[in-house]
């Protein structure tokens, strides 16, 4: 346990040297050996306090893997060809992939412009405006290929196709509709015999570094597996997923992270003089506009919706406070949130912020997103109750946040319950935003 702060703040600094690579870091050395999107985000915003330049080049190496259609995927893949993951995507049979590099054929929550931005106050004043210009046309792309893309409807809100593009793969909402609504091939339903599950978890990685109790199930892996094979053999085409999608959902944490990145481009863009193009500027206008889709009157409560039948998705999940972080609500929805936060039958535990709250029936304080804490969905909730003025409890939810690193190290999550460590040891982003929270002034 780290007695003080330098101590803590070397500790995690080491955590993101051990986990350095050629001009990026991975989010852990053996559980996930290549490159993530919004993992990469949260660690630029660690490493700026330290090492500015490894910070840019964090962000920079991301924009290598970008799509000629604007597409920023979720996995850039390291050199190891032989690997699993690697093997599964194949995403350069769709011709936008990048020719010289492998990537999955899906995004993750744009957390860039924000890391970007946060980034470049670190820097000289002289430097930021050429940080932001060499970030500025990849910005633009990207937020431009989601509004293209994935803006089915046409109203400003982003349409995913895969769980693992929220971010929170196995969240009650997503398992929910993934166990109802799919009709699975043989291989899956064969995967509850004893010995077919056995010979498959031998063959899953996760099983050498990380208790097997506390990830997603197999039968629900190989139903994400089996999305990823069917988003393969529409060639990531997005006319050929949206005829006949399987999953399609719009969530409200994704596009609350949007609604913050899109205000942050926006003053990126100002700072350097470069207007933003026309329809762009339309189209973070109707996401603002549209935010209000996400709010269920009668539950007063915030939801995601599933596009294949356009109703909420009623499952609770920590996705329902990040309207908190998108400044797309009024303070009274704020507000409501915040007393969300304080009741203890929800979501105030003895180590907050749990990923599910306490009155769900999915909650489990062990398991991958159904219940454990994360120092990114703290650290996005720290930053959405200073945005509306709860200050006091952004304070709070920092000093719990770094409390559980200093006790437990930098663990992927935590249980609510007793902050006792689980999932993979020594995992960046934990890392790189408890340096976050420990050198912001604002929040000491
Ligand atoms: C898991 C998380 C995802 C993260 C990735 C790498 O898949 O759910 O959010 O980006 O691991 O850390």
Redesign the pocket.
């Known amino acids: 346990m780290a007695s003080d702060k330098n101590t803590l703040l070397e500790q995690c600094k080491l955590v993101l040297d051990n986990n350095a690579k050629d001009g990026y870091t991975v989010?852990s050395l053996n559980l996930?050996p290549h490159q993530?999107l919004?993992?990469s985000c949260f660690i630029a915003i660690g490493l700026r306090h330290y090492d500015i330049k490894r910070a840019q080049s964090e962000l920079l190496s991301l924009t290598k893997g970008i799509w000629q259609n604007g597409m920023l995927p979720n996995m850039i893949f390291g050199n190891d060809i032989t690997n699993w993951d690697h093997r599964i995507w194949h995403s350069n049979i769709n011709p936008n992939a990048p020719r010289s590099l492998a990537t999955s054929g899906i995004t993750?929550p744009p957390m860039l412009a924000i890391a970007v931005k946060l980034v470049g106050e670190k820097l000289a004043a002289k430097e930021r405006p050429d940080w932001y210009r060499s970030m500025y046309e990849s910005l633009v792309s990207y937020h431009s290929w989601l509004y293209k893309e994935r803006s089915v409807n046409n109203d400003g809100l982003i349409a995913l196709i895969h769980p693992?593009e929220t971010?929170?793969?196995n969240s009650p909402p997503w398992i929910s509709l993934i166990r109802h609504q799919q009709r699975l091939p043989w291989w899956i339903k064969a995967s509850s015999s004893r010995k077919i599950r056995w010979l498959i978890a031998s063959a899953i990685k996760n099983k050498q570094h990380v208790s097997q109790s506390e990830r997603t199930n197999i039968k629900d892996s190989l139903s994400y597996f089996y999305l990823i094979q069917r988003l393969r053999r529409q060639k990531y085409d997005i006319e050929k997923i949206k005829k006949r999608p399987k999953f399609l959902v719009i969530d409200v944490g994704f596009n609350s992270i949007l609604a913050n990145a899109n205000q942050t481009l926006i003053e990126i863009a100002d700072e350097i003089k470069q207007p933003l193009p026309d329809e762009l500027k339309e189209s973070i206008k109707k996401t603002k506009e549209s935010f209000n889709k996400f709010w269920d009157e009668d539950n007063k409560k915030y939801y995601s919706i599933n596009l294949k039948t356009g109703k909420f998705i009623k499952k609770s999940s920590i996705s329902e406070l990040m309207p908190l972080f998108s400044g797309a609500i009024s303070p009274l929805k704020a507000s409501l949130l915040v007393d969300r936060i304080k009741d203890p039958k929800q979501y105030k535990t003895n180590y907050p912020i749990p990923s599910v709250p306490l009155s769900s029936p999915w909650f489990n304080d062990r398991k991958y997103?159904q219940g454990p804490t994360w120092l990114n969905t703290n650290w996005l909730i720290i930053k959405g109750l200073e945005d509306y003025g709860f200050n006091k409890e952004a304070k709070e939810l920092a000093k719990y946040s770094i409390e559980l690193v200093a006790k437990n190290g930098s663990s992927e999550y935590f249980s609510p319950l007793d902050g006792a460590p689980a999932g993979a040891k020594n995992f960046s982003w934990t890392a790189s935003l408890c340096i976050d929270l420990l050198e912001d002034k604002s929040l000491s």
């Open positions: 989010p996930y993530w919004w993992d993750q693992y971010g929170l793969d997103w």
